[in-house]
């Protein structure tokens, strides 16, 4: 049974060092704890043991090599009891105690002089421990949480969910969550690193609100503070409950009635053969986060819901309401990508990657896609300005390779392209290519948006040759989503609609000295704005317009719904966006299609 959970249990998330936590015990003090994960030479060793009258015990923590002898081992593991009760008895001027550590088994012979090294002595079959009279079994790999925190701030009406989750040797976990009744309590502050044991907690002073990876606190919590159970399990095998409590106390949540009033048409997820498709910018910490951000491009915004803890909050709440088939996000942090948005999304079924853009920055592009509907069969990302001389480009090349004013400002730009394949479950025949991108953003730059565009939409048809290569029959369906940057009627939107763009188009001269000349784009797609041109969906203090888009294959789908955008008067509320009700600069945008 041992080996056969060490061998199912390995799908559990970790990042930090195997050795860097020993497990919090709390339920399971007759039980030694052991961690060792295979081909790893180190275990380690925990238990509970109480040498103080009328107290609950002291927690114990060996780290060792497998190899070491079970002679020292024991002689190490009592030295460490030793030293501590020792300690204590000379503040009470007691007389030095013995400590005494036995091993034994009730299952099959056993003999100490015969166990030769501590591996040999924790793997025996049914081995037990006798520490000055207290018997300990003796477990390995039990389902184990090591680290958990409660996402904050904590609004009511808004999603909260475990955060930085690290458990080991588990399937599954069970999550509890409990509201503070008391208000004396309420406003003491929790250490963030303080590790809280079950057992101190009064079941009396809590209650019990719910169960799930998500909740949603309501408006009668606000005030109280919030406290998470996680219990990780592995098939039948339940480990020890940790629990923690949230730092700050829960907040009245901000209005989102017009994001909620969107959410009306997307109560339900769609079942084949529609597809619902959703498009995101999310506005990236580092550019939100700044002194340039908080005076100059969002003065209007208060600092606190310009702090990505607070905006992540609103971004999850609609990333989870909308109830989208596939979600295209540009400029994802990698760090809210990691600790916010993976974990909430797969946690309900979806599937997802994050493709860093180029250059230093640590932010990028995210496809999220249900695992119900859909199955990976390829993702790749592309970053433009590094491929911008391979062979599939050259009709590009050839014709800007002399200009260089526009190849200096090409490859500094770190654009890239996200291009994953899905193949649909409930019709294996049908496919779907995704491409997820965010363009350049100059206003000057129009040439280069076009640039940028034909490359992505090049990388897109070679993908498809690549299905229909592998699979001839197939019915292959096209979207690019993103962040355009470009505005109707400009190039992009044209040349993406209507297939063909000329050498004598206007965008070709939009900044001086870098002139596209001689070049006409052409590509073969069929391809429609699933959500038209909304007038706005970029809203701020200095610009306001349409700048995205989920571009769609007209020959594979139509548009069945289009979800509503926020009302102007909604947008101008509270000046512009990101405001206390709006987590981005941009809104996002959906679209309900249906294959053809």
């Known amino acids: 049974m041992l080996n056969l959970l060490q061998k199912n249990c390995r799908c559990s ?91 034994y088994s009730d299952k099959d012979r056993f003999v100490f002089e015969d166990i ?41 009406t808004t999603f909260v969910y475990p955060f930085k989750l690290q458990a080991k040797f ?97 109560r339900e997820f769609r079942k084949h053969p529609y597809v619902r498709v959703m498009s995101y910018n999310i506005l990236a910490d580092l550019y939100a986060d700044s002194d340039f951000s908080r005076t100059e491009l969002f003065p ?54 994050f493709n860093k853009k180029g250059g230093k920055v640590d932010e990028g592009l995210s496809v999220f896609f249900r695992k119900d509907r859909f199955v990976k069969l390829e993702s790749k990302g592309v970053v433009l300005s590094e491929n911008l001389q391979e062979p599939r480009f050259s009709h590009i090349w050839e014709k800007i390779k002399t200009n260089e004013a526009l190849v200096e400002r090409m490859v500094k730009r770190t654009t890239a392209i996200h291009v994953v394949t899905l193949q649909s479950k409930d019709d294996p025949s049908k496919f779907l290519v995704v491409g997820n991108t965010h363009l350049y953003y100059k206003p000057d730059a129009d040439h280069v948006r076009l640039l940028q565009v034909d490359m992505c939409l090049t990388e897109l048809q070679l993908q498809r040759k690549e299905i229909l290569k592998r699979y001839p029959d197939a019915q292959i369906g096209i979207l690019l989503c993103g962040d355009f940057n470009s505005t ?27 002139e596209v000349k001689e070049l006409t784009l052409q590509h073969s797609f069929s391809l429609g704005s699933a959500c038209g041109t909304p007038k706005y969906t970029n809203y701020t203090l200095g ?12 020959s594979a789908f139509y548009v069945e719904q289009v979800i509503p955008m926020p009302t102007e008067e909604e947008l101008a509320l509270n000046a512009a966006l990101p405001n206390v009700s709006f987590p981005s600069d941009h809104i996002s945008i959906l679209a309900d299609l249906k294959w053809l």
Not at 72 to 80: A, G, I, S
Not at 323 to 340: H, L, P, S
Not at 543 to 554: N, Q, R, T
């Open 13 to 103: 998330v970790t990042l930090r060092n195997y050795f860097a936590t020993y497990p919090v015990i709390a339920r399971m003090q007759n039980k030694v704890i052991i961690k060792h994960e295979e081909n790893d030479s180190r275990f380690t060793f925990s238990f509970i043991y109480s040498f103080k009258n009328n107290s609950p015990g002291r927690q114990f923590n060996l780290c060792r090599e497998l190899e070491e002898s079970s002679v020292q081992f024991v002689q190490r593991l009592q030295t460490n009891v030793s030293k501590v009760i020792t300690k204590h008895h000379k503040k009470k001027k007691d007389e030095d105690q013995k400590v005494c550590a036995r091993f």
């Open 116 to 156: 030769e090294t501590a591996k040999d002595l924790i793997y025996f079959p049914g081995i037990k421990m006798n520490l000055n009279g207290t018997d300990y079994d003796l477990v390995i790999n039990p389902p184990l949480v090591e680290e958990v925190k409660i996402a904050e701030p904590i609004l009511s």
């Open 170 to 266: 588990t399937d599954s976990q069970k999550f509890e969550w409990f509201v503070s009744k008391e208000p004396r309590e309420k406003n003491r502050i929790v250490s963030e690193s303080k590790k809280i044991r079950t057992e101190s907690l009064s079941e009396s002073d809590w209650k019990k609100r719910g169960e799930g990876f998500l909740f949603v606190p309501e408006t009668e919590d606000i005030g109280g503070r919030l406290r998470l159970d996680v219990t990780p399990m592995c098939q039948e095998v339940t480990g020890d409950t940790t629990t923690a409590l949230s730092t700050t106390l829960v907040e009245a949540g901000p209005d989102a009635s017009a994001t909620m009033s969107r959410q009306l048409w997307t």
């Open 300 to 353: 209007h915004c208060p600092p606190f819901a310009l702090e990505f803890q607070y905006r992540v909050r609103l971004i999850v709440n609609e990333l989870v309401n909308f109830k989208a088939d596939v979600i295209c996000i540009q400029e994802n942090d990698r760090k809210v990508f990691n600790y916010d948005l993976y974990p909430v999304l797969t946690h309900l079924g979806y599937e997802g990657e």
């Open 488 to 514: 109707p009627p400009f190039g992009v939107l044209k040349y993406c609609t209507e297939g063909k763009i000329e050498a004598d188009y206007p965008d070709w001269s939009s900044s001086p000295g870098e």
């Open 543 to 554: 610009f306001k317009d349409c700048l995205d888009y989920i571009f769609y294959d007209k």
